[in-house]
């Protein structure tokens, strides 16, 4: 079974930066497809930003220009990168590849004064 692990989480003050990292236990990451959503309690999950096998990007309208979507084919990570967080960031945040069914446990993103 394909186990995604998302990590970097944590709280931030408006205004902050957080890195956030998503890795495959068991498959590789290199040339799919990857995305980042996020679920704030309450909401449905939304997409945030998503990048192809050749880093082909796209995000929300509500993060444009404020995060960036990365990858590192060598370490088999994708990243994400949230400057000038604001507290409607705030949301337990997944990364997840098509045609993978299964989600990992997230990490929560806190954005707060």
């Known amino acids: 079974q394909v186990q995604l692990v998302e990590s970097g989480g944590g709280l931030a003050q408006p205004g902050g930066s957080l890195s956030l990292s998503c890795a495959a236990s068991?498959?590789?990451?290199?040339?799919?497809?990857t995305s980042w959503y996020r679920q704030a309690p309450g909401n449905q999950r939304e997409l945030v930003a998503q990048?192809?096998?050749?880093?082909?990007?796209y995000y929300a309208d509500s993060v444009k220009g404020r995060f960036t979507i990365s990858r590192d084919d060598v370490k088999n990570l994708v990243y994400l990168r949230m400057n000038s967080l604001i507290p409607e960031d705030t949301a337990v945040y997944y990364c997840?590849?098509?045609?993978?069914?299964?989600w990992g446990q997230g990490t929560q993103v806190t954005v707060s004064s």
């Open positions: 990048i192809s096998g050749s880093e082909n990007t």
């Open positions: 068991t498959s590789t990451l290199r040339g799919r497809t």
């Open positions: 997840h590849v098509p045609n993978w069914s299964a």
